[in-house]
């Protein structure tokens, strides 16, 4: 039986930055990974055109002043074999290998009361035990993968983005479909839209998406290497997690229609998420969001030249901003070829797939040699339901979230005493720059399991009634947005069955740190520490 301190369930940008933080404290530490190698995310999703959408000197480390200086990144948004490089250099610099077990899945967690321990099942049968249990399963993990009928009688191939073949595909010239269009289906449409020989778009919602304008990065990487820990604080105090320069925020419904426009026309060539961020009530006024919606649908039309591809293309049945926006680099443009079409599944849903390609409800047949499946993620919940979780009693996880999460902070859930949560649901995770949240996490963790170690103390559980009242918060929080409106993953709207719940915590990720690490302060106020 292995028994350590801690087991840290994911090798991605949380798992390594934890097992990092807690080691250089005297933690026995190890980390369980599913994957082959670390990397998370981005050694999973390697589909032409997979990058951040976050600009790297944000979307990186900024534990190490040394690491942040030394990196180069080479385009303002790395594509994904310049980010997988980055994490391994972590890995190996940081000499974090020697503790993290590859090719091991968790299957299970029972909590014993007795030791006051997990009992750790994985997919290698070691027996493991550990005091402590850090899920840094990630809330992007779990593939959704639609179960369309007659896929296994398709006789070409079938791709997933979100587990593309290692050794590439050969699209060149070949009759490709893509079935979705977030922003996993644009990346990969714009990228590969040159060289196969015919393109079918599957799509059920059209996207927003501003444009990258992504390139070299070497000026702006020598400006943010002179200023990295001065705009490393604006970003944590920021409400995504980055600075999207906040600070000129104005209400739009109150600002000249001119003035509206010249705004949006500033944010709109500077590029990326940070366009709507100069409205503080984008997200809380139904007219404002439309002004920002109608924008940018301006924009599209602009991009494509048939009108009537561009009014499908054009998003309309939600609020902008309240499904994550797409950062684009040419995808509108794609459909001015002649041999890209788009389906439109509002319009005319799949029927099945046959030995051929796809066949809509209408009969159209669409004959394919290949088929690409940007179709999501079972986002924030899945990875953890997916494992067979037992706390006190041997509740399971599984039956208390079948409603919706509940959790304190996002950070534990009652009954599940010294199990925490990296970027969990009601924390600002998926809603932010992931590594202000994610460090911010790790960083709320080790200090809370120093202050236990400190003091003797060997537990610490989330009290039932704080965490009612951080679900309600959470709740009432994200109803005052327009953000519920939209059928989208952050309400589990795209996994049929799933209840629809609005899973992050709206308030931003500079109020959140201010809120946790004054819990922090209060001696855990809300927690049971014994
Ligand atoms: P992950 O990187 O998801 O790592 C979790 C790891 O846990 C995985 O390797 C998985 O195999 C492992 N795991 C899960 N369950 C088990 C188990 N039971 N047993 C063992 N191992 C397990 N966020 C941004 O902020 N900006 C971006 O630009 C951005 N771009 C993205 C692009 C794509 C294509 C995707 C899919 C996500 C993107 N994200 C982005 C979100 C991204 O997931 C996070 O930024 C970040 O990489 C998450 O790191 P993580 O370590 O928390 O989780």
Redesign the pocket.
């Known amino acids: 039986m292995a028994d350590h301190d801690v087991i840290v369930?994911?090798?991605?940008?949380?798992?390594l930055y934890q097992l990092h933080r807690l080691r250089a404290l005297g933690f026995d530490t190890r980390v369980?990974?599913?994957?082959a190698d670390v990397?998370?995310?981005?050694?999973?999703?390697r589909y032409p055109g997979?990058r951040?959408?976050?600009e790297s000197v944000e979307?990186s480390y900024s534990f190490d002043a040394d690491l942040e200086q030394e990196w180069d990144w080479s385009e303002r948004y790395a594509a994904q074999p310049e980010i997988l490089s980055y994490v391994r250099h972590v890995a190996d610099r940081f000499d974090l290998r020697e503790d993290i077990v590859l090719n091991?899945?968790?299957?299970s967690l029972d909590w014993d009361d007795a030791t006051q321990r997990w009992t750790v099942t994985?997919s290698d049968g070691t027996p493991r035990t550990a005091r402590y249990v850090i899920a840094?399963?990630?809330?992007?993990?779990v593939p959704s993968r639609p179960d369309f009928e007659g896929l296994a009688d398709f006789a070409g191939e079938v791709l997933w983005t979100?587990s593309w073949p290692h050794e590439g595909a050969d699209l060149a010239g070949k009759r490709v479909a893509v079935i979705g269009t977030g922003?996993?289906g644009l990346q990969t449409i714009t990228a590969i839209a040159p060289l196969v020989g015919s393109l079918t778009v599957f799509q059920r919602t059209p996207s927003y998406a501003v444009p990258a304008h992504n390139g070299p990065n070497a000026d702006r990487l020598a400006a943010a290497r002179t200023r990295y820990p001065e705009r490393r604080e604006v970003s944590r105090a920021s409400s995504k997690g980055f600075d999207c320069d906040e600070e000129a925020r104005v209400l739009l419904i109150e600002t000249e229609a001119e003035a509206v426009v010249g705004e949006l026309d500033r944010r709109w060539d500077i590029g990326g998420l940070c366009f709507g961020s100069g409205f503080s009530d984008l997200l809380k006024d139904a007219d404002a969001n439309e002004a920002v919606a109608e924008y940018v649908r301006a924009r599209i039309r602009e991009k494509v030249k048939s009108p009537e591809l561009a009014e499908r293309l054009t998003p309309r049945t939600y609020p902008i901003a309240s499904k994550r926006m797409c950062v684009d680099t040419g995808y509108f443009e794609v459909f001015n070829q002649d041999n890209v079409t788009l389906v439109d599944l509002a319009e005319r849903p799949i029927a099945r797939m046959t030995g051929r390609g796809i066949v809509t409800e209408d009969g159209a047949a669409y004959d394919v040699d290949v088929i690409v499946m940007a179709t999501g993620?079972d986002a924030m919940t899945g990875?953890l339901n997916?494992?067979d979780i037992r706390g006190t009693d041997g509740h399971s996880l599984r039956d208390k979230w079948a409603h919706g999460p509940r959790t304190y902070l996002g950070l534990m859930s009652a009954g599940f005493p010294n199990l925490f949560t990296?970027?969990g649901p009601q924390s600002p995770s998926?809603l932010?720059?992931?590594?202000t949240s994610?460090e911010h996490h790790v960083d709320w963790i080790t200090r809370a399991l120093t202050h236990l170690r400190e003091r003797g103390l060997r537990r610490m559980e989330a009290d039932p009634d704080a965490e009612d009242n951080w679900v309600h918060t959470t709740n009432d929080l994200g109803d005052l947005t327009l953000m519920p409106q939209a059928a989208s993953w952050y309400m589990g709207a795209n996994i049929p069955g799933k209840q629809r719940v609005f899973m992050p915590f709206v308030g931003g990720v500079g109020l959140y740190r201010d809120l946790t690490n004054g819990i922090a302060v209060s001696h855990y106020h809300g927690f049971e520490l014994s």
Do not use: K
């Open positions: 369930i994911g090798a991605g940008f949380a798992g369980i990974e599913a994957g990397g998370g995310t981005w050694y999973w999703n997979a951040c959408d976050i979307y091991t899945r968790v299957e994985a840094a399963t990630g809330c992007l993990s979100s922003s996993s993620f990875a997916a494992i990296v970027t998926v932010s720059n992931m590594m994610i």
